[in-house]
């Protein structure tokens, strides 16, 4: 069974930082695609960011809101994918959805919420 | 990269059919075969309905449907259930990945 269990997540300031964990298991996690998807209170799902596999090249692509402020990462031998976020604004306050995949998502973390507020 | 559009809301009856539309552009669900739909209830973890156009997840009731031409994607749900009632977003690839809007389904 796909297990996605995520950690991290808060209270954080403006201008701070907060790093989200996702603990992957139940399917091959070093050829896996993982993705981050946020929503915003009351709001529509939008997508954040991605890491490829290493063997796809391990290159991350960000959505236009969060580029250079958001970094994915991945530890291929811990089967777990993170979300630093730096410079938080106000605006990216959302629940962070951690997934497996690329362009389709059949597997979810429970989600984290992340408040940025002073 | 602009949202894909999908109506704000939409309403039917027990037993009846409804279709959701989300329409793109040539860069996105013109442009590839990789448009998915998700169901969310209030409070609860998107659900994956549809991918790749018209693909059904194992365990994803045969009442719902999808399909696609040019740069509109559509989602049909036939024989409408009361559990139907959700949000539902369209999104498709595009060099990245960009959801709709989302579509309120109100079961009448």
């Known amino acids: 069974e796909v297990q996605l269990v995520q950690s991290g997540g808060g209270l954080v300031e403006p201008g701070g930082s907060l790093r989200l964990s996702c603990a992957a298991s139940g399917f091959n996690f070093n050829n896996a695609w993982m993705t981050w998807v946020r929503q915003a209170p009351g709001k529509g799902l939008e997508w954040v960011g991605r890491i490829k596999s290493k063997p796809d090249g391990g290159t991350e692509d960000y959505a236009a809101p969060v580029k250079g402020r958001f970094s994915i990462s991945r530890d291929d031998s811990q089967n777990r994918v993170y979300l630093q976020m730096n410079s938080l604004k106000t605006e990216d306050t959302a629940v962070y959805y951690c997934?497996?995949?690329?362009?389709?998502?059949?597997?979810w973390g429970q989600g984290a919420l992340v408040t940025v507020s002073s | 990269q602009s949202a894909l559009t999908q109506p704000a809301s939409v309403s039917g009856s027990p037993g009846q059919s409804i279709t959701i539309t989300c329409t793109g552009t040539?860069?996105?669900?013109?442009?590839?075969?990789?448009v998915s739909w998700y169901q969310q209830h209030p409070g609860k973890v998107p659900k994956l309905m549809i991918y790749d156009v018209t693909n059904r997840p194992s365990g994803v009731s045969n009442r719902f449907s999808g399909s696609k031409s040019g740069n509109t994607a559509s989602l049909t749900i036939s024989g409408l259930q009361a559990e139907d009632e959700a949000d539902y977003y369209c999104?498709?690839?595009?060099?990245?990945?960009?959801f709709g809007g989302g579509t309120k389904l109100t079961v009448l």
């Open positions: 999104s498709s690839y595009t060099n990245n990945v960009v």
């Open positions: 040539n860069s996105d669900i013109g442009g590839y075969n990789y």
């Open positions: 997934n497996a995949g690329g362009h389709w998502f059949d597997s």
